[in-house]
């Protein structure tokens, strides 16, 4: 017993001597470690060493050795990887197994800060239900914004306010890029709420920081006029980029005589036509918030009411100023692709009536009758040489009148 005791504290005092890393003053040979420390008790105590330090340590044994302790090292790590794993998945599935209870809890209970602003997007009937019980809202209020073919309005039910207007959205997919849709803004108590059936470019611009002044939800008339603000000003970038696209369809026209061109022209001309419409509705209800005191105003709210009017308006007289010059120039490139069209007919019509001249000497020659040079064996190069005598003299002709 005393020997197994000596030689089990002998072994533990090599191991604590590898750990501390004193092993290197250690006068047995590496023979007598071995003897007292198995290569498995080695890779254990250097497994959470420095890589310096276990390189240090497995310097002092032979090869094979060394190469016995890496081996075992490897397989220890392997399986404490593999236990980590095992231990990481239970703890796992607890956790999965107690969600399903506390998410439902956490669902059913929805708290909404004062001051808030929630926007929804294309909300199914279920959101609708919920967030019209949650915040005590008319359904209609949220359900309204969502038809893309609703007018900008205001409308009042008790302590909550609609107001509806029309955002300009960029469809690149659409033959007709440049569209309109309702954004509804809806006042409730302490809260506001926007609802769009698609995401909205101009509730994009404030989030990218486009436009420089940011949203206040405290401040509910502020909040509205900037939402106006923000539109009028996404209107007149859209319109300047349909007015690049516009002058690179130009070149395209002057230079075609097909309709691609122009559909492509006409297709902004509609673009057009929509936004002034939504211009002229969103001046309504601007209109009426400065007419009637359907929303308090302080005195600088309504200074920047009238600052979003004059936006709106600008925003309209570019709208006008854009259709009317694409308007008439549609006109003048319909002219120009026919008149192009005209020029390739007439040159088409001057070739046929000149190769018409040697079509006519062939068939007077193909007749069945004493014909002048029948016998002659120089017949046949002066008939072709007539013929292009002819054909040449009448391009002359066409050329000197000008119809070729």
């Known amino acids: 017993m005393d020997s197994k005791e000596d030689n089990q504290q002998g072994r533990d005092d090599v191991i ?31 497994r959470y060493m420095e890589s310096d ?5 497995i310097g002092l044994m032979s090869d094979e050795c060394s190469e016995k302790v890496l081996s075992i090292l490897g397989e220890i790590e392997d399986e404490a990887d593999i236990a980590n794993m095992e231990e990481m998945e239970e703890k796992q599935q607890e956790i999965e197994d107690q969600i ?33 019980d949650d915040l005590n809202i008319p359904i209609d209020f949220l359900t309204s914004p969502l038809d893309i073919d609703e007018r900008s309005r205001i409308e009042v039910d008790g302590k909550n306010i609609l107001v509806i207007l029309r955002t300009p959205y960029f469809d690149e997919e659409s033959d007709i890029p440049y569209k309109t849709l309702p954004l509804g803004i809806i006042l409730a108590e302490n809260m506001i709420i926007t609802v769009c059936s698609i995401k909205n470019d101009v509730i994009q611009a404030f989030a990218d920081g486009k436009i420089r002044d940011g949203l206040s939800t405290v401040n509910k008339v502020k909040f509205i006029l900037q939402m106006f603000s923000g539109a009028s000003l996404v209107f007149m970038e859209y319109l300047k980029e349909i007015n690049k696209q516009t002058s690179i369809s130009e070149d395209k026209v002057l230079k075609s005589m097909k309709n691609e061109e122009l559909i492509e022209l006409l297709n902004y ?18 209109g009426r918030l400065q007419r009637t005191e359907l929303i308090e105003m302080s ?29 008439g120039m549609m006109d003048a490139f319909a002219s120009i692709i026919s008149n192009n069209l005209n020029a390739v007919m007439k040159l088409l019509a001057s070739f046929t009536i000149i190769l018409t001249i040697p079509v006519w000497i062939a068939s007077i020659y193909g007749m069945n009758i004493e014909l002048p040079l029948q016998h002659s064996p120089y017949a046949f190069p002066i008939i072709i040489g007539g013929s292009l005598a002819l054909s040449v003299l009448g391009a002359i002709i066409f050329i000197k009148k000008k119809w070729l």
């Open 16 to 46: 604590e001597r590898i750990i501390t890393g004193t092993i290197s003053d250690d006068n047995l040979s590496l023979e007598s470690i071995l003897e007292v420390a198995t290569p498995y008790e080695i890779a254990q105590a250097i």
């Open 53 to 57: 330090e276990r390189e240090r340590i």
């Open 100 to 132: 399903p209870e506390e998410i439902s809890q956490q669902i059913d209970v929805r708290e909404y800060e004062e001051y808030t602003w929630v926007h929804v997007v294309a909300p199914d009937e279920d959101e609708i239900k919920t967030l019209s």
């Open 269 to 286: 001309e509609k673009s057009l036509v929509y936004f002034t419409t939504s211009l002229k509705s969103n001046e309504l209800v601007l």
């Open 299 to 327: 005195d600088d709210d309504r200074e920047q009411l009238e600052d979003v009017i004059i936006e709106n308006r600008q925003a309209i007289e570019m709208t006008n100023i854009y259709s009317n010059i694409l308007s």
